[in-house]
């Protein structure tokens, strides 16, 4: 079990330095588990090529069974924790960076109704979390802009205003109408592609017929606010970013059509198997959990 887990996380960090540092373990003994591992089965599993690690088609097989088996003890952990009247188990989360604003507010709540429960909750970019997804990783995926070539079971959750932030200072902070017109004469820092919140803007630019002057991408919502209250640019962000921030000088500019709106979705796969932990997850969301975050926003 140790030896499919560093092998799992081998093909997760692509890095044999990084598993070590993940696992806190010394760099050599993840190799000579591995190597162990690769004697057992008869097989090489992966290829270092510098300081790249490729890995084989057998190791790519292996992986595949660790995840299966991961998934198994989970199952089981979760029959157990439901035998014990949830006194145990773990959720499983993956979001996308925005959602990490807000998805907090609900698991406080749900924790301390289960003190004894864990709860792993990953937190990445919208390619990251669809990865996650696809290889059926977590109970439950949370999105603004759901990946619908896969066979997944979407729920709305909550809406998911974007905004117009300007820095404090700007002219335009000093207009009570500002036309979607006037907005193409000014630089904007944008999310990356493929982001939920990229994708809301484009859709949504395509639609009013005007083009924004991109002057920056950064992956990170915290470090664009940063950005625009140092003046570089306006950008166009989820409404919750804003609502749990300690950055000074930056202003929401009421410009015609805006907050664009859209929502977030509760996902899941529709072939995992949920367990007891996840099933009470998702009725506490449905019944409670909308409830406190709607409380939470207008507060």
Not at 28 to 57: D, F, M
Not at 98 to 119: C, E, H, K, S, W
């Amino acid at each position: 079990m140790r030896q499919l887990s560093l092998l799992k996380a081998l093909v997760e960090l692509k890095s044999i330095s990084r598993v070590a540092e993940h696992e806190h373990i010394a760099q050599p003994s993840v190799s000579i588990q591995l190597k162990k591992l690769s004697e057992l089965l008869g097989a090489e599993l992966y290829e270092v090529q510098g300081r790249k690690v490729e890995i084989t088609e057998a190791g790519q097989v292996i992986y595949q069974a660790a995840l299966e088996v991961e998934a198994s003890m989970d199952r089981m952990h979760s029959k157990l924790a439901a035998l014990q009247g949830l006194q145990a188990g773990t959720l499983r989360l993956a979001v996308v960076s925005t959602a990490q604003y807000f998805m907090p507010l609900m698991l406080g709540p749900f924790y301390r109704r289960y003190p004894n429960i864990d709860v792993q909750l990953t937190i990445g970019n919208r390619e990251e979390v669809i990865g996650r997804l696809q290889q059926n990783k977590d109970d439950f995926y949370m999105f603004s802009h759901c990946p619908e070539e896969l066979d997944i079971v979407k729920e709305p959750l909550m809406d998911n205003s974007l905004v117009v932030l300007a820095p404090a200072e700007h002219e335009l902070t000093r207009q009570t109408h500002i036309s979607l017109q006037r907005l193409q004469h000014y630089p904007f820092i944008m999310r990356e592609r493929g982001s939920g919140t990229r994708r809301s803007i484009e859709l949504f630019c395509q639609q009013h017929g005007i083009q924004l002057k991109e002057r920056m991408t950064i992956e990170s919502n915290e470090a664009i606010k940063q950005a625009v209250a140092s003046g570089l640019g306006l950008s166009i962000l989820s409404r919750h970013t804003l609502d749990y921030t300690n950055i000074k000088g930056l202003v929401r500019l009421k410009v015609d059509e805006f907050p664009i709106t859209s929502e977030w979705y509760l996902v899941h796969k529709k072939k995992r198997k949920l367990s007891m932990l996840a099933k009470t997850f998702h009725d506490f969301i449905q019944l409670e959990g909308k409830g406190v975050l709607a409380d939470k926003m207008n507060t």
